[in-house]
């Protein structure tokens, strides 16, 4: 069965850093391009970070210069390093593959404070 799980998640205040990891189960991981989204109440997840299977990065212009995704194969993990964190990245972050989503994980709240 294909899983994601999200952990990392806090409450920071503004200026403040966490690190998002994503661990999936499945051999489908090392062939799939990884994202990061957001989830804000009352709005849609929006895409805010992309890793193809070769390692290329995308961001949301809302997080560049700040957000950092990597993955590791051989524990079938992404991350999220997320620094300079303002009030509005607050959310539920989720992994999932850019296409084609697999089932939804429980995601990992981020709270940043004023």
């Known amino acids: 069965q294909v899983q994601l799980v999200e952990s990392g998640g806090g409450l920071v205040q503004a200026g403040g850093s966490l690190r998002l990891s994503c661990a999936a189960s499945?051999?489908?991981?090392?062939?799939?391009?990884m994202g990061w989204f957001r989830q804000v109440p009352g709005k849609q997840r929006e895409l805010v970070a992309s890793?193809?299977?070769?390692?290329?990065?995308n961001y949301a212009d809302s997080v560049k210069g700040r957000f950092a995704i990597s993955r590791v194969g051989a524990r079938n993990t992404v991350y999220l390093q997320m620094n300079s964190l303002k009030p509005e990245d607050t959310g539920v972050y989720y992994c999932?593959?850019?296409?084609?989503?697999?089932?939804w994980g429980q995601g990992t709240q981020v709270t940043v404070s004023s």
């Open positions: 499945g051999s489908w991981f090392s062939i799939n391009a």
């Open positions: 890793i193809s299977s070769g390692g290329r990065t």
């Open positions: 999932n593959k850019l296409s084609s989503f697999l089932s």
